[in-house]
């Protein structure tokens, strides 16, 4: 653009403010832009055009649209695009909103291409999310498959940590595992009732206890628990009480801050009793 136009610009968009956008109400994006086409179609049309006052912009524009080149036959696609690093959390943060990806984005760069309407999250040429773009703030749009996967991913999680935990107390466990699963059982609630004994009984115990029941073939919690408690009264050993903590005894970590000590100097120190040589009286020359 020439430097002699750009007053001219300036003064078209100064223009669009005072004539179109000022007192004016809408209700939605799309609102806005009807009222818009009809105020081009209609005052701004109308308006006489500032090289030749003669003519209205409409009728200018008339006269200069055989001159124009035609659109071409594939629309051009008017996309926002925006470079975006995702967090520990799987959302894109753009135009104050956050939009869902899936979680194996995460700690990654992508690019965020938004239309007027539509808003798709890329990586490369693969498009990993597509949302409805929103014009409101501090919202979030999810894709109802993204929180899903999420969630099942942390399940699963969870459930190798509690089961690398097992056989890491009782490598029985293992067996008695596949064993279940070859059943199919639920392993998360097995895995969570044979951690349950382990507090409560100890690891040794447990690990013979599943050894016994894998010998009985039940791979089953109530068979380890059954092996257990026949242990214990083999030993004549009394049943063993789940420690319920309270919320006081949770504070136990709690960062506790020293007091000055000065006091208790004072209590540990005694008045010396005094000897033959310093006392007060006077002596004999």
Known sequence: MAAYSKGRVERSIRYIRDNFFAARTFSSVEDLNEQAQAWCLGQADARLCPQDKALTVGR?????????????VNPYTVEERLEV?????????????????????????LTVLAGEKSLRIVDG?????????????????EE???????????????????????????PASQQLLEG???????????????????????????????????ERGVPHPNAVRLALETQR???????PVAVQLSAQARLRDGVIHAHCLDSYD?????QQPQTQGDTDEPQEE
Do not use: W
């Not at 959302?91 to 869902?100: A, P």
């Not at 040429?125 to 749009?141: G, M």
């Open 60 to 72: 200018a524009f008339a006269q200069e649209r055989p001159s124009l080149l035609a659109l071409p």
């Open 125 to 141: 040429q693969e498009v990993l999310a597509s949302h409805v773009r929103s014009y409101d703030r501090d919202q979030q749009i």
């Open 144 to 170: 109802r498959s993204h929180i899903e996967d999420l969630v099942e991913r942390k399940a699963l999680a969870s459930a190798q940590r509690g089961m690398s935990r097992l056989c890491q107390a009782a």
């Open 180 to 214: 279940a699963a070859a059943r199919g059982e639920n392993l998360g609630s097995i895995t969570m009732s044979l951690l349950r004994l382990v507090d409560r009984y100890g690891a040794a115990q447990v690990q013979i206890a599943i050894l016994a029941a894998l």
């Open 233 to 239: 009264e083999a030993r004549h050993a009394p049943a």
């Open 85 to 109: 690093k995702v967090g520990k959390t799987p959302y894109v943060r753009f135009d104050l909103n956050d939009y869902s990806v899936p979680y194996t984005a995460v700690r990654r760069v």
């Open 266 to 270: 004072q209590l540990s120190t005694t």
